[in-house]
């Protein structure tokens, strides 16, 4: 059975920065994307940052592009997502996921629907 945890989430000031990580079990994710969404209250799921575990290729939001970068251990199914000069815009509940590679083609990395497992989620909460 897969499983998806996320850690490092928290309270921060504005301007801090912040790492998450996303173990991934249960499962052979080597032709799969991970990806982190985030959710505020009353907004819409938003895609942040992915990965393709295999070619550690990477596409990120082009509103986080310089803020935001994700990234992979070598040795695990484990995706990281570094967050800087955060914003209280950036207070979310943020979740990582996997798509097989196909789901991904065909829907795109950045749509919810390609993804087949999730995980509960972690709080980031950053104050002004």
């Known amino acids: 059975q897969v499983r998806l945890v996320e850690s490092g989430g928290g309270l921060v000031q504005a301007g801090g920065s912040l790492r998450l990580s996303c173990v991934a079990s249960?499962?052979?994710?080597?032709?799969?994307?991970m990806s982190w969404f985030r959710q505020a209250p009353g907004k819409q799921r938003e895609f942040v940052a992915g990965i393709r575990l295999n070619t550690y290729a990477t596409t990120v939001a082009d509103s986080l592009k310089g803020r935001f970068q994700i990234s992979r251990d070598g040795t695990k199914f484990t995706v990281s997502l570094d967050m800087n000069s955060l914003d209280p815009e950036d207070t979310a509940l943020y979740s990582c996921a996997v798509a097989p590679f196909p789901s991904t083609l065909r829907f795109g990395i950045r749509n919810p629907a390609a993804y087949e497992a999730w995980g509960q989620g972690t709080q980031v909460t950053v104050s002004s």
């Open positions: 249960g499962g052979s994710f080597i032709a799969y994307s």
